[in-house]
């Protein structure tokens, strides 16, 4: 299983890197290797894709996620 990187960028979206396997809403599968940024402002017309309106709505939130406390 290869390695999959999710990482918040400040004041913006989620940051996914790696090969993985996007499911559609019909229950299909896809495997992509392409960058894709997941929506965390909530405004994306695009949604849960990122499509930059986090930048016109003034979102602001850490570049950094905390690490869980499950184990």
């Known amino acids: 299983m290869s390695k ?3 990482r918040p960028l400040k004041d913006g ?6 090969t993985m ?3 559609g809403a019909d229950g299909t599968t896809q495997e992509t290797t392409e960058d894709i ?5 909530g405004h994306s017309a695009n949604k849960p894709f990122c499509d930059g309106t ?3 709505m003034g979102f602001q939130a850490p570049g950094w996620a905390r690490p ?3 184990g």
């Open 13 to 18: 979206p989620y940051e996914i890197r790696g």
């Open 4 to 6: 999959v990187l999710v």
């Open 54 to 56: 986090h930048k016109k």
């Open 21 to 23: 396997d996007l499911v």
């Open 68 to 70: 869980s406390s499950r």
């Open 37 to 41: 940024y997941l929506c965390r402002c």
